[in-house]
């Protein structure tokens, strides 16, 4: 079913489906940790256009309607901070949470003086709540503690399950 979601992601966006051996490989691990007793978080990480967003996306579609999830993408969050707090609340209580393209966002913004990390306090909440985390990002796993700090680094390490994309750009 996840590889049908998948296809469909694809289509939706004028694309051709291919099933090629990585994307198979990527879906079938997506499949057994969504099936399994594994980690409450989902990292895709790795390589720009490779995939992980439109996994990603289909994870959502296939579970979405169990438990009401919400996405995002790390630059909104930013801007939610700013210009509707309580929506950014209520963000670090959801069921599911897709938040896409991490460590694109700034890492700290100012509201009424005060500092924010938006990443960082969201990752902080859902840990502490083991709440159904999916994330994408670009970065390699060796600056996730250089961006966000050791202390979030290792409270993904311990919330994550991670699949690495290494493959080239689809989109090329």
């Known amino acids: 079913m996840l590889r049908m979601c998948y296809q469909s992601e694809v289509e939706r966006r004028r694309n051709k489906y291919i099933p090629d051996d990585s994307t198979l490989e990527k879906i079938g691990k997506a499949a057994k940790w969504l099936c399994g007793d594994y980690k409450v978080g989902l990292l895709l990480y790795g390589s720009v256009g490779s995939g992980k967003t439109t996994l990603a ?3 959502c579609n296939l579970i979405g309607i169990l438990y009401g999830g919400s996405s995002i993408s790390s630059l909104n969050l930013a801007k939610y901070v700013l210009d509707d707090p309580s929506y950014f609340s209520r963000l670090k209580n959801k069921e599911l949470l897709f938040i896409d393209d991490v460590g694109t966002e700034p890492e700290s913004v100012k509201s009424w003086g005060n500092e924010f990390s938006p990443v960082t306090e969201l990752i902080y909440a859902r840990y502490d709540r083991q709440l159904f985390t999916i994330a994408t990002s670009n ?7 250089e961006r966000y700090g050791l202390r979030i680094a290792d409270r993904m390490e311990e919330m994550f399950e991670r699949l690495h994309y290494k493959q080239n750009s689809y989109r090329r």
């Open 139 to 145: 970065l390699a796993d060796e600056e996730f503690g």
């Open 57 to 59: 996306k289909a994870i």
